[in-house]
């Protein structure tokens, strides 16, 4: 089974950047579309950003132009940068496949945007 590991979470002013990293068990990684989520206080979690085994992204409307998704097969690693940050993206982010392995969830790294 496969065991996801993120990081990069921290308190940013509004307008600011911030990069996100997921590490990857396994030896299937390569396979995988891999997605970027998202769960804020009182929500669902959301799919915010994806991209297929040969590096296709894909995003939601709410991110697109302003997050990026990339992906390192040979070090088994995800990540997502992110600029213009808003309050709205205020949230615990997660990386699992697309769809998701319902038993890999990790605990997500915090993001938290405000002044």
């Known amino acids: 089974q496969v065991q996801f590991v993120e990081s990069g979470g921290a308190l940013v002013q509004p307008g600011g950047s911030l990069r996100l990293s997921c590490a990857a068990s396994g030896t299937i990684f390569r396979l995988l579309t891999m997605g970027w989520f998202r769960q804020a206080p009182g929500n669902q979690r959301e799919l915010v950003a994806r991209?297929?085994?040969?590096?296709?992204?894909d995003y939601a409307d709410s991110v697109k132009g302003r997050f990026t998704i990339s992906r390192d097969n040979a070090k088994n690693t995800l990540s997502l940068e992110m600029s213009s940050l808003e309050p709205e993206d205020t949230a615990v982010y997660y990386c699992?496949?697309?769809?998701?392995?319902?038993?890999?969830w990790g605990k997500g790294t915090q993001v938290i945007v405000s002044s």
């Open positions: 991209i297929d085994r040969g590096g296709t992204p």
């Open positions: 699992n496949s697309s769809p998701p392995f319902g038993g890999s």
